[in-house]
């Protein structure tokens, strides 16, 4: 069966400092992944999403980055955190079909102070 | 715009049968998914629909009209443990997944 790992499961982190969250997928091959943030009580965000190694697709412009070293690994990235970054972030796979439902990981909260 | 309107908040009874409505106004259409998703925690996929009619998944059952831009999540029998948030989110012309707030479900015993 098909897993997905995030972490870490909480992270506080200063203002100006680099975050990276990371994102494995086992069970399954060539998946597509996405990163998504959800705000208190809103909708949830897309922020990346990738069909395969190297290729990332970009939703909205950001202080983040991500990258797919790996078919089954998906990092979030930021050089210099803002205080609008903080927020739960979420991995997310797909099959390659439209249908294919999105499963999550379990989400990290990111509180930037 | 795209949009997706869903109630912010709703209350049952335990035992007792709740609807959620989602409604939406999207560029194109090819797909409506709903999702659980517990306090501080992931979602978690419940339904799909494409076509019009209703889809039933033992307590939960989903529906969808295409021509009328609604679809509905039905519960029954509910148990406390149903308390969550309830997403919609659906699939645009561009197969972008465009999502609603979510549906506070409050589940009184």
């Known amino acids: 069966s098909q897993t997905i790992h995030q972490w870490p499961a909480t992270l506080v982190q200063p203002v100006g400092s680099p975050l990276s969250l990371e994102c494995t997928v086992e069970g399954t091959s060539n998946p597509n992944l996405y990163w998504y943030r959800q705000a208190a009580g809103r909708g949830l965000q897309l922020l990346f999403y990738s069909v395969g190694i190297g290729q990332i697709s970009s939703e909205v412009p950001q202080n983040l980055s991500a990258s797919r070293p790996q078919d089954r690994q998906f990092i979030l990235s930021s050089k210099k955190l803002l205080l609008s970054d903080s927020g739960f972030y979420l991995c997310?796979?797909?099959?390659?079909?439209?249908?294919?439902?999105?499963?999550f990981g379990n989400g990290t909260r990111l509180t930037v102070t | 715009g795209q949009n997706i309107d869903q109630p912010t908040e709703m209350t049952a009874t335990e035992g007792a049968i709740v609807q959620i409505n989602c409604t939406y106004q999207?560029?194109?259409?090819?797909?409506l998914f709903w999702y659980q998703q517990h306090a501080g925690e992931a979602p978690t996929f419940l339904s799909y629909?494409?076509l019009d009619g209703l889809e039933e998944k033992g307590r939960f059952s989903s529906f969808l009209s295409r021509s009328k831009g609604y679809s509905y999540l039905l519960l029954k029998e509910l148990q406390m443990k149903d308390s969550a948030s309830y997403l919609c989110a659906v699939l645009d012309s561009n197969y972008q997944l465009i999502w609603g707030a979510g549906t506070k479900l409050i589940i009184k015993p």
């Open positions: 629909n494409v």
């Open positions: 999207t560029s194109g259409f090819n797909g």
């Open positions: 997310a796979w797909s099959g390659t079909e439209p249908s294919s439902p999105l499963h």
